[in-house]
């Protein structure tokens, strides 16, 4: 089996120049050839030619969602039904195309409508593609702005409780400040108020003892002198006693040293006395 293809060369203009077209030449150029009428024939007949599951599965976008997977559970259409509902739901002209055993046979013009049936259901269906994904990218989009915003929100309350606890702190510092400085204060005149009934109190008791120490000081002095005189007495004889030893303490040193005299003599002398006996 052969698939023959045939090519037709077309002359455009007759002088070779790139870019010009001559209409007319071009028109008797298909007429001589045939082209003209082969297509026309061609035209006349059914030239778009599809098996039933072939057609089905390029146009099967045409038909309703419950048709095309079955309703309620059922099988799905057999492709000759499916090509049928297919064709009633475009409104397809029955002049235009012919339905065999194992094929549909088209014309041109049917074709072309149904191409532009599918590409507007393809049309449709991108549009809804691309709804439900714009959809699910905005939702995704928002959920995480929504996150971020509630990251934003935490942080903002943060700073914002930072900024009140500063001011309530400043606040309270204020306040301990306040009760520092009047307890310094209340401190301070409660010392001096101490001091002074201190000061008051030592007067006072300076100024009686000094009234009660007179007479005292009196006695006291009266009492010193008398025994000043007494000690000085004792003194006295106790001086004459040791005058007295200390003559005869002399009497004894003098009759000492005359008596070592007397024996360093005597010791000179011996030795003579043993030569001279």
């Known amino acids: 089996k ?7 060369c077309i002359n455009p203009n007759p002088v070779k120049t790139p870019g010009m077209f001559d209409r007319d030449r071009v028109v008797q150029q298909l007429k ?3 082209a003209i009428e082969a297509v026309r ?12 599951a072939d057609f089905r599965k390029r146009y099967r976008l045409l038909l309703p969602g419950a048709t095309a997977t079955g309703e309620g559970g059922m099988s799905p259409l057999n492709d000759r039904d499916a090509t049928k ?10 002049e235009k195309f012919q339905l065999g055993n194992t094929k549909a046979f088209f014309r041109k013009a049917q074709v072309d409508l149904l191409e532009v049936h599918r590409a507007e259901a393809c049309g449709k269906y991108a549009v809804r593609m691309q709804k439900i994904g714009k959809g699910w990218i905005q939702r995704r989009r928002f959920s995480r702005m929504k996150a971020a915003s ?16 500063r001011v309530e702190l400043r606040k309270v510092k204020a306040a301990i400040l306040q009760a520092e400085a009047r307890q310094a204060l209340a401190q301070l005149r409660y010392s001096a108020r101490l001091r002074l009934e201190h000061g008051a109190l030592t007067l006072g008791s300076c100024a009686r003892r000094c009234l009660s120490f007179a007479p005292y000081a009196r006695r006291r002095s009266a009492v010193i002198k008398i025994q000043c005189g007494c000690r000085v007495r004792a003194a006295r004889l106790e001086l004459k006693d040791r005058k007295i030893k200390m003559k005869e303490v ?9 008596l070592e005299a007397r024996l360093q003599e005597m010791q ?4 003579q006395e043993q030569a001279d006996r």
Do not use: M
Request: aromatic share 10%; proline share 7%.
């Open 268 to 271: 000179q002398r011996l030795p």
């Open 2 to 8: 052969t698939h023959p293809h045939y090519i037709r």
């Open 32 to 34: 001589c050839g045939g």
């Open 150 to 165: 509630k990251v934003v929100q935490v942080h903002l309350r943060v700073l914002i409780f930072r900024e009140r606890f």
């Open 85 to 94: 509902r297919i064709l009633e739901i475009t409104q397809a002209d029955p």
């Open 41 to 52: 024939v061609s035209r006349a007949g059914y030239p778009q030619r599809f098996l039933y």
């Open 250 to 258: 002399g009497h004894l040193q003098d009759a000492k040293k005359d």
